[in-house]
Structure formats: structure tokens, C-alpha cells
């Protein structure tokens, strides 16, 4: 709604308020707010575009390793493991908001790499990644 006329607290012509009717004890009440701008059409919260990439291409992630890497070995391990304790543990689900969990074979995977490799510091391990 927009305000047709100023009131005595100030509320300028045109501008928008808000109003909030409520009663208590048999008395009803009736609150007039002013809204600000941000109020009225607050801004979007949007993933900002990197125009300083240079270049956006699609990746076969089976080809970047030869067919007989050690990590192929370790990935197909894990995936014969009971990870069911893992995934529980997850607390991003399908249809509700937030980001998407990594998933446990995943990170087990890459942990055993490293591991197998001597990495044994999952700080050294992140700046690999």
C-alpha cells in the first residue's frame, strides 16, 4: 500500500508502510510502518561470474587417469565397503536447501590415495586437491 496523505508521524506521501492489526484483551490495536526500500524489494543473493576465465570446456574424468592407476584399485575397494555408518551420518538431503555433502567414498578414496602415497596430512592433502 502507499500512504494517500502525511500522518503526524511523519510518513511522507507515497511512501510505502506496512500495517499490523491485532487485539488483546478485547482491545483491537492497529500498527502503521513506514518500509524502506530494501524492505520493499530486498536484493538477490547471486553467485557472482568469473569473466576472468578463460575457458570452459567439458572433461571425460575417466580419461585423466591411465586405465591401470592405483587410484582406480583404491575407488573400486572402497565402493565394495560397507559405508552405510558414513552415509547416515550426512545431513544434506534431496529437495531441502543447502549444499550438497561430498560423497563418503569419495573422501575415504582420496584419503587412502594420499595415504598410500605418504601423505598422511589432510591439510597437504587439500592443497593437492
Known sequence: MVASQ???EGVKKS?????????L???RFELWLAMSSSEQNPSPRLKQVNRK???LRAIDVEQLIE???SARTIWE?????????????????EGSAGR??????????IWIYAYSRGIGSAREISRLC
Do not use: T
Not at 572402497?78 to 545431513?91: E, I, K, N, P, T
Not at 550438497?100 to 578414496?109: E, G, H, K, T, Y
Open 77 to 93: 575397494l572402497v565402493g565394495q565397503l560397507d559405508l552405510a555408518s558414513f552415509y547416515q551420518s550426512v545431513r544434506s538431503f
Open 53 to 55: 576465465q578463460m575457458l
Open 6 to 8: 502525511q500522518s503526524q
Open 67 to 69: 586405465p591401470e592407476h
Open 15 to 23: 511512501e510505502p508502510f506496512c500495517a499490523i492489526s491485532f487485539s
Open 100 to 109: 550438497s555433502a561430498f560423497d563418503p567414498r569419495l573422501l575415504i578414496s
Open 25 to 27: 484483551n478485547e482491545i
